[in-house]
RNA sequence: GUGGCCAUAGUUCAGUUGGUUAGAAUAUCGGUUUGUGGUACCGAGGGUCGUGGGUUCGAGCCCCAUUGGCCACCCCA
């Protein structure tokens, strides 16, 4: 019996219509990276699995896709061993989780070849053991562009620009919401809760979507003390504009070196902003935004698009200083963002906001009667193919003039031209324009300079 | 990993208290129209009802398990 075929939990195929749609998100995100003098790299879609283990917390460790050992993968292994044992006897690779662990990798690999600061674009898939719903698949393709090298905040203004530029370019609205982690850290030492910064920013982080009642509960079960929890609260009620916002922060953490130190960050990364001007992408500063991943140190970014009904981040990043320690290399601070193109495509595809002109690919084709009118067309494509028209011929030579049409209709080709017998004999072809239903006679050369 | 809803043609869905041969729309292919597409009309192909088991004289419908999908939590792009 067949088998129904079907793609893996969380995987999705993309027919031709799809690809060239998000090629075009694609093409997009490259082009604004090229023009802020980011360069490719690509690195394998696996990894050893040490050298993404423990990277993204307990929880990422979880949802890393582990690849069984090639060979008799049980052979000398003591299955009696707990799960997270066994797991390293019996695999040793694993499907890249995000681009940016990979790329910390590639640089203390490659640092000798590496001019500092580096900047490097990678637009690859990554694959997530998650379980699947609304914005979120188990393969999906990141468009991370980083910074290696330099501390300067400049780095961090390129960035915003770079999401504000990708942003107003696809046509979609979006929030770029900016916080530092050394605002959280100066948080919680000012709370005398500093070894809890993680329990306090994922529980701050839900803020939205818990409300202030549900975060103090979640502080309260894990074990923070009622009045560091007391301590908390006028700061994540506090509502304002930037700059009240670091007015008050500025107060309250006037006794945190590390506090101050963020909020001199923010407001430098903010003034040169305004002073440059955003295309059309909104920014503000959320002291609720903390992120999950483990290894950010300074500024971090969540872009939402402000229209559609995906409410899950389409952008996001910040700063590392220390993530290629792990692999030997200190000294090493890195900043940089990723686009979710899956997540953007979704946005996209709910309020159609593509171009016209992105589903059309063949400009031209030759809608023939026979072999000998075939035979008669295979030069003049050529010759439309050399001045660069996407053009192309109906294969098929006895297939009926309707099936052509059709064919053209279907692949939203803009041109026919129709060859028979009359055409042949007075070198004049009839050129049919499918949108508006005219047609003419006319050569070869004048249909170039026509649709070109 | 936890919870809720769902699973019938390629796709979107009907299918009565369990009862004969499982329907529609759309898509595909063909025809009306062998030099004109997107409209219209006619016709054809396409389903062991996700899979496995159970209850029953009888299951698309009831029960159990399993797999998959959607959604929420967790986490995240």
């Not at 698009?305 to 993530?323: E, K, N, P, Q, V």
């Amino acid at each position: 019996m067949a088998q129904k075929p079907s793609t893996p939990k969380g995987t999705r195929d993309f027919s031709p219509n799809e690809m060239v749609r998000r090629n075009y998100i694609f093409d997009t995100i490259k082009q604004v990276f090229q023009r802020y003098g980011y360069l490719p790299i690509e690195t394998p879609a696996m990894e050893n699995l040490s050298t993404l283990m423990g990277k993204y917390g307990e929880e990422g460790d979880k949802l890393i896709f582990k690849i069984l050992n090639s060979g008799d993968f049980k052979e000398g292994v003591d299955l009696s061993l707990n799960s997270k044992q066994l797991t390293n006897k019996i695999s040793e690779k694993a499907l890249k989780y995000d681009l940016t662990v990979p790329f910390a990798r590639y640089v203390v690999q490659h640092q000798h070849e590496i001019t500092f600061p580096f900047k490097r674009y990678q637009i690859q898939p990554v694959w997530r053991a998650d379980r699947p719903q609304k914005g979120r698949y188990r393969e999906f393709y990141q468009c991370d562009a980083d910074v290696i090298g330099s501390t300067s905040l400049l780095n961090e203004v390129d960035l915003v620009q770079m999401i504000d530029e990708v942003f107003t370019t696809l046509k979609v609205p979006a929030l770029i919401k900016i916080n530092n982690r050394k605002i959280l850290n100066g948080i919680a030492e000012i709370i005398g809760e500093k070894e809890k910064i993680v329990t306090i920013t994922v529980a701050i982080d839900k803020l939205d979507k818990i409300g202030i009642d549900g975060v103090n509960k979640e502080l309260q079960e894990n074990g923070l003390s009622n009045e560091a929890i007391q301590k908390l609260q006028p700061l994540i009620e506090f509502q304002g504009t930037t700059l009240e916002k670091l007015n008050f922060l500025k107060k309250l953490l006037a006794s945190s070196n590390i506090g101050l130190s963020g909020i001199e960050e923010v407001e430098y990364i903010f003034k040169t902003i305004n002073n440059l001007k955003l295309n059309s992408a909104d920014i503000e500063l959320d002291i609720t935004l903390a992120r999950g991943l483990n290894y950010y140190t300074g500024a971090i970014f969540e872009v939402k698009a402000t229209i559609g009904t995906l409410t899950s981040s389409i952008c996001g990043g910040g700063r590392y200083d220390d993530l290629t320690s792990i692999f030997g290399l200190l000294n090493m601070s890195g900043v940089g963002i990723s686009f979710g193109a899956d997540r953007i495509y979704d946005v996209m595809n709910e309020l159609n906001l593509y171009p016209e002109s992105v589903t059309e690919s063949t400009k031209l084709l030759f809608v023939t009667f026979g072999e000998a009118e075939q035979n008669y067309c295979l030069p003049l494509l050529s010759i439309v193919r050399k001045a660069g028209l996407n053009s192309e011929i109906y294969p098929d030579a006895n297939a009926k003039m309707k099936k052509q049409m059709s064919y053209a209709d279907d692949k939203k080709i803009p041109f026919v031209v129709i060859v028979g017998s009359d055409e042949m004999e007075s070198g004049l072809l009839s050129l049919k324009n499918m949108a508006t239903g005219e047609q003419e006679k006319i050569s070869i050369d004048n249909i170039i300079k026509k649709i070109k």
